[in-house]
């Protein structure tokens, strides 16, 4: 079945409500806290206060002694395990031709802690209170060393580890330098931006949570985990770090508040509890509480880079030229590694023709958490980038934001970028049209007009972004340094009842797997959607899947779907051919009706269902008993989701005060299966995305290393009455490569809105003088911003 068949099937496109919500809002979620296991212990961590030290001495006594403490673990125990440290699922190669740098990351610091809230020890009560009075006995003694947090100070700051000499990790590049040399050499006009892409702590609702399992009678272990990704949670822990066999392991992740990447990585304290369960014949419980998510979540972006951009006569792009440093943190996380390159050097083309693309990433550790994937992964990165050095070159040259980028854009499909991607579909003007009329463009001056009449400032901002998902394929990941397959597995399974159950990779955190998905299946088989139940998240009953993560679910897991589909449609079409007389080729199957050609015979899928199982009437010599089907699907291409995005902002410049008077969003992804919960996910995605370009920072002390944002007190998280109603529309080129025709909505919002925004108050303030400051936008550096343009 083609994307255009599918698109037209029963429940695709309808705005079904989601069949998830109502557990949700009546409190009857099953999260991991409210796991209840018998034998029950609790973790807690002991947690460096330095940045940077040598570990003198642990003194383990005081809280051994202390009520109710069942173990104290800390580094030495780690090592006398022969236990390894966690790995990194990216292997990057060095422009050099060697392997990037990568030293251990080990689960409890050994001699030495790198960043805040580094593992020093594992204390293991009957509570929770006894835990964490017992942790503040733990004595440690460091020698504290020099830190270094700023990225581009890394090069010559004391050195972290030894396996990395001034704390680089690798220089990597893509595109051809000579041309794009040459291409500026001849340039009209040369725009230069340097910018910062600030660093965010990801703050899910529900922070991470671990319980640790072990079964003596069978020898297996099961982890309870928050987590987006529980088969290659398994796996990189079995395989790299414990040794086990996989088969031993069982991992569940069960309703999860929220991951945002950062639920994608394995995580010490997992490894910790897994391993602990077992030493101590104890379940463990542990519950990560927010100051501890500030200080060892996974940030994201953190990017500090120099971009060039070269145009002709007439403002049409010649070349762009790009330098990244990119902050990993103290260790190497789970796909540190790919954000800064596979991820944003190849989006660095966008919606534009450009001829010629050079990138070049160097990507250092620092005293300060590790960086990994956050909501876009290199994208956001990648499109504040280019979208913002695209409106710089659109002020320099006097051109309108929306005219320079319609000058530029692709036009033709298929079309090769010259940073390795190959873009399958789309139509950037018609995105560009439906956002100006959607944002009323033709009504800004008068708008423009009445904010200065209140003594206010108004400026518009653009964005035009283009996104890579469903991380693909697994043999060009592989060759590119992905050390798993990017494949997605799914399983359906046909009761006697004709009703359905579906098992599938993808893991849903919040996105609406059991809806979305229950619509594609009920579409195929043209049955209820309420017949359709979805499993997920528990590699003891699913098969191996690849998890949820880059806008892959859909268009991945939901293309293994349809395959497993295609399997029992053939098995059902051969048992409808015998119960009605016919050839197999004689058989239509549509609206869950299988029919004779040029008859009026016709069975429902119900009674096909009940024949597979109860075979009185069937050729068992043929067929065997039952109707499962599993399918695996690897895809040939990314999915490539666009949208042009226009902010309007109005600003005091009394007090710097930035206010989001209007945003427009107009997306193109593909063939949209729930329009309600596509329209949820842009809504999630714009206020991150504005939350990152207005309020969030984490900021570490250049001294100290000291996370200073470390709470909600001082990290400003958006709230709902920071944001207009947003106008959201969408244009539909189908996807060619996967056969629902999808793209994936996931991180759009998230992608799109940052530089849209600061396009925007850039618009505004550039009567004032202001020509550029970092983000995020706030009150303090749009006054600041102000007063230096004044003076």
Same mark, same amino acid.
Not at 10 to 19: C, Q, V
Not at 565 to 576: G, P, Q
């Given at each position: 079945?083609?994307?255009?068949?599918?698109?037209?099937?029963?429940?695709?496109?309808?705005?079904?409500?989601?069949?998830?919500?109502?557990?949700?809002?009546?409190?009857?979620?099953?999260?991991?806290?409210?796991?209840?296991?018998?034998?029950?212990?609790?973790?807690?961590?002991?947690?460096?206060?330095?940045?940077?030290?040598n570990i003198k001495s642990i003194n383990k006594a005081a809280a051994l002694a202390a009520p109710g403490v069942v173990a104290v673990l800390d580094g030495p125990d780690v090592v006398d395990a022969k236990i390894n440290g966690l790995p990194c699922g990216w292997l990057i190669t060095d422009t050099s031709g060697k392997p990037m740098n990568e030293p251990p990351h080990?689960?409890?610091?050994?001699?030495?802690?790198?960043?805040?809230?580094?593992?020093?020890?594992?204390?293991?009560?009957?509570?929770?209170?006894?835990?964490?009075?017992?942790?503040?006995?733990?004595?440690?003694?460091?020698?504290?060393?020099?830190?270094?947090?700023?990225?581009?100070?890394?090069?010559?700051?004391?050195?972290?580890?030894?396996?990395?000499?001034?704390?680089?990790?690798?220089?990597?590049?893509?595109?051809?330098?000579?041309?794009?040399?040459?291409?500026?050499?001849?340039?009209?006009?040369?725009?230069?931006?340097?910018?910062?892409?600030?660093?965010?702590?990801?703050?899910?609702?529900?922070?991470?949570?671990?319980?640790?399992?072990?079964?003596?009678?069978?020898?297996?272990?099961?982890?309870?985990?928050?987590?987006?990704?529980?088969?290659?949670?398994?796996?990189?822990?079995?395989?790299?770090?414990?040794?086990?066999?996989?088969?031993?392991?069982?991992?569940?992740?069960?309703?999860?508040?929220?991951?945002?990447?950062?639920?994608?990585?394995?995580?010490?304290?997992?490894?910790?509890?897994?391993?602990?369960?077992?030493?101590?014949?104890?379940?463990?419980?542990?519950?990560?509480?927010?100051?501890?998510?500030?200080?060892?979540?996974?940030?994201?972006?953190?990017?500090?880079?120099?971009?060039?951009?070269?145009?002709?006569?007439?403002?049409?792009?010649?070349?762009?030229?790009?330098?990244?440093?990119?902050?990993?943190?103290?260790?190497?996380?789970?796909?540190?590694?790919?954000?800064?390159?596979?991820?944003?050097?190849?989006?660095?083309?966008?919606?534009?023709?450009?001829?010629?693309?050079?990138?070049?990433?160097?990507?250092?550790?620092?005293?300060?958490?590790?960086?990994?994937?956050?909501?876009?992964?290199?994208?956001?990165?990648?499109?504040?980038?280019?979208?913002?050095?695209?409106?710089?070159?659109?002020?320099?040259?006097?051109?309108?934001?929306?005219?320079?980028?319609?000058?530029?854009?692709?036009?033709?499909?298929?079309?090769?970028?010259?940073?390795?991607?190959?873009?399958?579909?789309?139509?950037?003007?018609?995105?560009?049209?439906?956002?100006?009329?959607?944002?009323?463009?033709?009504?800004?001056?008068?708008?423009?007009?009445?904010?200065?009449?209140?003594?206010?400032?108004?400026?518009?901002?653009?964005?035009?972004?283009?996104?890579?998902?469903?991380?693909?394929?697994?043999?060009?990941?592989?060759?590119?340094?992905?050390?798993?397959?990017?494949?997605?597995?799914?399983?359906?399974?046909?009761?006697?009842?004709?009703?359905?159950?579906?098992?599938?990779?993808?893991?849903?955190?919040?996105?609406?797997?059991?809806?979305?998905?229950?619509?594609?299946?009920?579409?195929?088989?043209?049955?209820?959607?309420?017949?359709?139940?979805?499993?997920?998240?528990?590699?003891?009953?699913?098969?191996?899947?690849?998890?949820?993560?880059?806008?892959?679910?859909?268009?991945?897991?939901?293309?293994?779907?349809?395959?497993?589909?295609?399997?029992?449609?053939?098995?059902?079409?051969?048992?409808?051919?015998?119960? %009605?007389?016919?050839? *197999?080729?004689?058989? +239509? /199957? =549509?609206? #869950?009706?299988?029919?004779?050609?040029? @008859?009026?015979?016709?069975?429902?899928?119900?009674?096909?269902?009940?024949?597979?199982?109860?075979?009185?009437?069937?050729?068992?010599?043929?067929?065997?008993?039952?109707?499962?089907?599993?399918?695996?699907?690897?895809?040939?291409?990314?999915?490539?989701?666009?949208?042009?995005?226009?902010?309007?902002?109005?600003?005091?410049?009394?007090?710097?005060?930035?206010?989001?008077?209007?945003?427009?969003?107009?997306?193109?992804?593909?063939?949209?299966?729930?329009?309600?919960?596509?329209?949820?996910?842009?809504?999630?995605?714009?206020?991150?995305?504005?939350?990152?370009?207005?309020?969030?920072?984490?900021?570490?002390?250049?001294?100290?290393?000291?996370?200073?944002?470390?709470?909600?007190?001082?990290?400003? %998280?958006?709230?709902? *009455?920071?944001?207009? +109603? /947003? =106008?959201? #529309?969408?244009?539909?080129?189908?996807? @060619?490569?996967?056969?629902?025709?999808?793209?994936?909505?996931?991180?759009?919002?998230?992608?799109?809105?940052?530089?849209?925004?600061?396009?925007?108050?850039?618009?505004?303030?550039?009567?004032?003088?202001?020509?550029?400051?970092?983000?995020?936008?706030?009150?303090?550096?749009?006054?600041?911003?102000?007063?230096?343009?004044?003076?």
């Open positions: 079945m083609g994307a255009s068949d599918f698109s037209k099937l029963p429940h695709i496109g309808e705005a079904l409500r989601r069949k998830e919500d109502y557990r949700f809002l009546t409190g009857a979620g099953n999260y991991t806290d409210d796991i209840r296991l018998d034998n029950m212990t609790h973790a807690v961590f002991v947690r460096s206060p330095h940045a940077h030290a080990p689960i409890l610091a050994n001699g030495k802690v790198r960043y805040v809230g580094d593992h020093v020890a594992m204390v293991v009560a009957e509570t929770l209170e006894q835990a964490k009075n017992a942790a503040e006995l733990v004595e440690v003694e460091y020698d504290v060393l020099p830190a270094v947090v700023d990225v581009r100070q890394a090069k010559s700051a004391t050195a972290l580890h030894a396996e990395a000499p001034n704390n680089h990790c690798y220089n990597w590049a893509i595109g051809d330098k000579a041309a794009v040399d040459a291409a500026f050499a001849g340039a009209a006009h040369v725009t230069k931006l340097d910018l910062i892409n600030n660093r965010l702590a990801p703050n899910p609702m529900e922070p991470r949570a671990a319980i640790g399992s072990y079964n003596r009678a069978s020898d297996e272990y099961t982890l309870y985990v928050s987590n987006q990704n529980p088969h290659v949670e398994r796996l990189l822990m079995t395989a790299f770090v414990l040794g086990l066999p996989e088969h031993k392991v069982r991992v569940i992740a069960p309703d999860v508040g929220g991951g945002f990447g950062a639920k994608i990585y394995l995580y010490a304290e997992d490894v910790c509890l897994t391993w602990a369960s077992k030493k101590l014949n104890r379940n463990i419980k542990w519950n990560c509480d927010r100051s501890e998510a500030f200080l060892s979540d996974a940030h994201g972006r953190d990017h500090s880079s120099h971009a060039e951009l070269a145009i002709d006569k007439d403002g049409k792009f010649l070349a762009l030229r790009v330098h990244t440093d990119a902050n990993l943190g103290a260790y190497l996380s789970t796909f540190s590694t790919a954000v800064p390159t596979i991820l944003y050097a190849t989006l660095l083309a966008g919606q534009y023709a450009t001829p010629q693309v050079y990138v070049e990433v160097d990507a250092w550790f620092t005293n300060t958490a590790p960086v990994d994937a956050y909501r876009g992964a290199g994208r956001p990165e990648a499109t504040y980038l280019l979208e913002r050095i695209v409106s710089r070159a659109a002020f320099e040259l006097g051109m309108t934001q929306d005219a320079i980028r319609s000058k530029n854009f692709i036009t033709q499909f298929p079309y090769q970028t010259p940073v390795a991607l190959q873009y399958d579909t789309g139509d950037f003007h018609a995105l560009m049209n439906h956002a100006n009329k959607l944002g009323d463009l033709a009504g800004f001056p008068a708008r423009k007009a009445a904010s200065a009449a209140k003594g206010m400032l108004r400026g518009i901002g653009y964005s035009s972004y283009i996104e890579a998902c469903g991380l693909a394929p697994s043999n060009v990941a592989g060759a590119l340094g992905a050390r798993a397959g990017l494949f997605e597995c799914g399983e359906v399974r046909v009761h006697p009842t004709g009703s359905v159950t579906v098992f599938t990779g993808s893991h849903s955190h919040g996105q609406g797997h059991e809806t979305t998905f229950a619509q594609v299946v009920a579409a195929r088989l043209g049955i209820p959607v309420e017949n359709v139940d979805i499993v997920h998240g528990d590699t003891g009953r699913v098969p191996f899947g690849m998890g949820t993560y880059g806008s892959r679910s859909i268009s991945v897991g939901g293309a293994a779907l349809m395959r497993a589909l295609d399997k029992i449609e053939a098995k059902a079409k051969k048992i409808a051919a015998h119960l %009605m007389e016919a050839g *197999d080729a004689d058989i +239509d /199957f =549509a609206n #869950g009706e299988f029919s004779v050609k040029g @008859t009026d015979k016709k069975i429902p899928f119900g009674t096909v269902a009940l024949t597979a199982y109860v075979p009185h009437n069937y050729p068992l010599d043929k067929l065997e008993p039952g109707l499962n089907e599993t399918a695996f699907y690897d895809p040939t291409n990314f999915t490539f989701p666009a949208g042009t995005y226009i902010c309007e902002v109005e600003i005091d410049p009394q007090t710097g005060v930035t206010k989001i008077d209007k945003f427009t969003a107009v997306d193109d992804f593909g063939t949209i299966i729930n329009p309600m919960i596509v329209e949820g996910q842009v809504h999630g995605g714009l206020v991150q995305g504005i939350g990152q370009a207005l309020m969030e920072n984490c900021v570490y002390d250049k001294e100290t290393g000291q996370l200073l944002t470390g709470s909600f007190m001082d990290y400003t %998280m958006p709230r709902a *009455d920071d944001f207009p +109603d /947003f =106008a959201i #529309g969408h244009e539909c080129t189908p996807c @060619t490569t996967n056969p629902l025709g999808t793209k994936g909505c996931g991180e759009a919002g998230a992608i799109g809105s940052p530089p849209a925004v600061i396009n925007a108050v850039l618009d505004a303030l550039a009567p004032l003088g202001v020509k550029d400051f970092d983000m995020p936008a706030t009150p303090h550096r749009v006054w600041e911003a102000i007063q230096a343009a004044k003076a």
